[in-house]
């Protein structure tokens, strides 16, 4: 059985910083690729980045790119999201996301591409 479940969120001011981490257990680590998502309240929830499952692509939604940055540690069974220059809009429940049908290179922004989430960690910005 898959399990992920993140951690690091917290209460943060306008332009600081956190990182959030996501471990996964059970099932093969380094055949997956993950996600972030996340969710305010009253609204969908939307894509923020993945990683592909060699490591080597990255992709971003436009609203964090070159603020937030995601990478993994296969060995570890984690992947991170360093959030940088944070906003009140960044305010949500922040998800990770395992895709076990990836194949190699590809880094889905589709919600639907991933079959297992966490339990969501939440992060406030305050302004």
């Known amino acids: 059985q898959v399990q992920l479940e993140e951690s690091g969120g917290g209460l943060v001011q306008t332009g600081g910083s956190l990182r959030l981490s996501c471990t996964v257990s059970?099932?093969?680590?380094?055949?997956?690729?993950m996600g972030w998502f996340r969710q305010a309240p009253g609204k969908e929830r939307e894509f923020v980045g993945a990683i592909s499952r060699g490591g080597t692509v990255r992709v971003y939604a436009d609203s964090v790119q070159s603020r937030f940055t995601i990478s993994k540690i296969d060995a570890k069974r984690t992947v991170y999201l360093q959030l940088n220059r944070l906003k009140p809009e960044d305010t949500a429940a922040y998800y990770c996301?395992?895709?076990?049908?990836?194949?190699?290179?590809?880094?889905?922004?589709?919600?639907?591409?991933?079959?297992?989430w966490g339990q969501g960690t939440q992060v406030t910005v305050s302004s």
């Open positions: 059970g099932g093969t680590f380094g055949l997956y690729a």
């Open positions: 996301a395992a895709d076990d049908n990836a194949v190699a290179g590809a880094a889905d922004r589709r919600r639907e591409a991933y079959e297992f």
